[in-house]
Nanobody
């Protein structure tokens, strides 16, 4: 079991920045990929970005690439999502997710079913 707790959400004006954090506990040694997803009201949960836990390589949804950045601290078992240049379209509940299934280094994991542990989510609201 892996437990995930997000923090750092809030309300900001468009153009500003926000940093979300996710703390992992439990059997974190089995984690291969950590992802961030978001879900706006009335919409499906969508991939934002992810980081391969051991290699530290990242990949992002095209619309956030260059604005969002994911980093991890292996010693603290934390994964951060730094968001800048926020727009009202970024308003959503943001979720941290962990994948402990066997992972292929050449595979990019973009779908919610690719991850088997989830945090409770943190609200991000961007006002215009």
């Amino acid at each position: 079991q892996v437990q995930l707790v997000e923090s750092g959400g809030g309300t900001v004006q468009a153009g500003n920045s926000l940093r979300l954090s996710c703390v992992a506990s439990g059997r974190t040694s089995s984690t291969s990929v950590m992802g961030w997803f978001r879900q706006a009201p009335g919409k499906e949960r969508e991939f934002v970005g992810a980081i391969r836990w051991n290699a530290g390589t990242t990949y992002y949804r095209p619309v956030v690439k260059g604005r969002f950045s994911i980093s991890r601290d292996s010693a603290k078992n934390t994964v951060d999502l730094q968001m800048s240049g926020l727009t009202p379209e970024d308003t959503a509940v943001y979720y941290c997710a962990a994948r402990t299934y066997l992972s292929d280094r050449s595979q990019i994991y973009l779908s919610p079913p690719d991850y088997n542990y989830w945090g409770q989510g943190t609200q991000v609201t961007v006002s215009s």
